[in-house]
């Protein structure tokens, strides 16, 4: 919700996730628009100035987020 004014794209794997961050947009009266919320099988498009990335417990999935990224950095 920090973020929220610099609009960010928010990739998650976790419907559930994508759920509580509608929520907490809500709770913080905060626009639905405000955060583009993705799930992981979309294709990424444009290119990013920054990512911050939540380290995932697998490797393979880190490997292939990071693969995704580096042709939009």
């Known amino acids: 919700m920090a973020l929220s004014s610099f609009q960010p794209?928010?990739?998650?794997?976790s419907y559930l996730s994508q759920q509580a961050t509608r929520l907490n947009l809500a709770a913080n009266s905060l626009p639905e628009h405000s955060v583009r919320l993705m799930n992981s099988l979309?294709?990424?498009?444009g290119v990013f100035d920054l990512v911050l990335i939540k380290v995932p417990k697998t490797l393979a999935?880190?490997?292939?987020?990071l693969i995704r990224l580096c042709t939009r950095i």
Request: proline share 0%.
């Open 9 to 13: 794209l928010a990739v998650s794997d």
């Open 42 to 45: 979309e294709t990424l498009e």
């Open 61 to 65: 999935l880190l490997e292939d987020e």
